[in-house]
């Protein structure tokens, strides 16, 4: 069976063949196009090798895709606008009335095993936050990240929830629970959140890692896990031993659409005072295992990476399965000094590149260490301009929501920064890893507060 496939940017043809007992990971690798990538495993059994009735199973669905968009032809040429018709009907059944009824089932089995994860090949159904109760900055400009999220929504297709959590600062619901790949919300244990408390003076240890780069430590989870576990059904939540705040935990998927996660390795430090380990490396062992179990995940397919900040969700965002963006100061620095930005002066800019010069400095090791770990695990390195210069930074687009429309485009939303042509200039960016459009959500004032919009926010 033989097809050519574009890039996910439809830049380049590549001609596939596709043959019984290949490996369905490595032909995802050849055609270079990521929506094909959750394609496959839509037919595949599970064991990643492509079997005869995989090939009759794809030949239907890219048949199907061939002729999908009104006015094409069936060319075997499938590019993105087919497969993001062909998703629409793998989403909305309806690709049942073209596929013969063995190949129907399988499809809809294996999207109910499909898993959740926080990148862009998930389809999004409701996003929680939690309103504001002040005359502050914040809680004068939360009703209008609401009203955004909510016009996004009935675009993209998600609804907009309050859980009213609000309460001494209880605002960064992100981090109070952590969903598994089946949907079940982790929720710290009463003992794993009072020993962290009671730990409170000895986190300083944990982020001696960073080299000073930055001083706040975790443990808000600790203190509001509680509010959030109101919220969720009996039956949905799973109690922690280890203890992981939602910012510091990415669930991602492999390649193949594996479950899996990347965790910042401070992450690993809290456990210990949660489980009242002494810091060993057995004691580490446990640790890890722990917070795989609490994830439903095989130990294998967590990866836990150096950060330099308190929430690798501040630099770090899974994109399409098995791709993983990743700060770049050198390119951030470059597209300033390209950039006619009408709202920053001059001198405004060159204090900000050197700021980002002395950033991407001191961050240059824990980054490659970090971009190591994340390649040795089977992830893509995408690089993503960065332009933080510290955890107070206003302008970030590492932090933000991905997902897949209803009509089968992809979307990423992150938080607007002060200054219109590094937005659209940053959308380029998204583009050419495989987003189909980019949303911009005023969170300012949030960000002076050393979180974004999927700090605010919690998905389902």
């Given amino acids: 069976m033989d097809y050519s496939f574009w890039n996910t940017n439809n830049t380049q043809l590549n001609k596939i063949k596709f043959k019984k007992n290949d490996n369905w990971a490595e032909i995802a690798k050849k055609t270079n196009n990521a929506k094909f990538n959750s394609l496959w495993t839509l037919v595949d059994n599970g064991d990643g090798i492509v079997q005869k009735d995989e090939l009759k199973m794809l030949n239907q669905l890219l ?4 002729k999908s968009v009104e006015g094409s032809k069936a060319d075997k040429k499938i590019n993105n606008e087919e497969l993001i018709a062909l998703t629409q009907k793998i989403q909305d059944g309806t690709i049942a009335q073209e596929v013969d009824e063995t190949t129907a089932e399988r499809i809809k089995s294996n999207l109910s095993k499909s898993g959740w994860s926080e990148g862009i090949d998930r389809r999004i159904s409701k996003i929680n936050i939690s309103s504001i109760n002040s005359n502050g900055a914040q809680g004068k400009q939360f009703p209008l990240i609401k009203s955004e999220l909510e016009a996004i929504g009935k675009e993209v297709g998600f609804e907009v929830n309050d859980w009213k959590l609000y309460n001494d600062g209880g605002i960064w619901v992100e981090d109070y629970s952590v969903r598994r790949p089946d949907g079940k919300m982790v929720i710290l244990s009463e003992d794993a959140a009072g020993n962290v408390i009671a730990n409170r003076r000895n986190r ?7 080299k000073n780069i930055s001083n706040t430590s975790q443990g808000s989870a600790a203190s509001y896990f509680d509010l959030v576990e109101a919220k969720i059904q009996p039956q949905d939540v799973i109690h922690s031993k280890s203890y992981l705040e939602g910012g510091n935990v990415l669930n991602t998927k492999l390649a193949d659409g594996t479950p899996a996660a990347v965790i910042g390795e401070e992450s690993i430090g809290y456990t210990l005072h949660a489980m009242e380990l002494e810091n060993s490396d057995e004691n580490i062992e446990i640790a890890k295992k722990q917070i795989a179990d609490d994830l439903g995940l095989k130990p294998e397919n967590v990866t836990f990476m150096p950060q330099y900040d308190f929430h690798i969700d501040m630099a770090y965002r899974p994109l399409h399965n098995g791709q993983m963006a990743v700060p770049d100061y050198d390119e951030g620095i470059k597209l300033l000094q390209e950039t006619n930005i009408e709202g920053m002066s001059e001198e405004s800019k060159q204090e ?12 240059a090791d824990i980054r490659a260490k970090a971009e190591e770990k994340l ?9 993503i301009p960065c332009f933080a210069t510290d955890s107070n930074s206003t302008i970030n687009y590492m932090n933000g929501i991905g997902g897949t429309s209803k009509t089968g485009e992809s979307f990423y ?8 042509e590094l937005n659209k200039a940053m959308e380029k960016y998204f583009q050419k890893a495989g987003v189909d459009k980019m949303y911009f959500v005023s969170t300012t004032p949030f960000l002076r507060s050393q979180g974004g919009i999927d700090c605010l926010t919690q998905e389902e």
């Fill in 375 to 383: 390649t040795e695990s089977g992830y893509e390195i995408v690089k």
């Fill in 63 to 66: 048949k199907a895709a061939d």
């Fill in 413 to 420: 939303i992150t938080n607007k920064s002060d200054y219109p």
């Fill in 352 to 363: 900000l590149i050197t700021k980002m010069t002395e950033m991407r400095d001191k961050t």
């Fill in 204 to 210: 300083d240890g944990i982020i001696q890692n960073r």
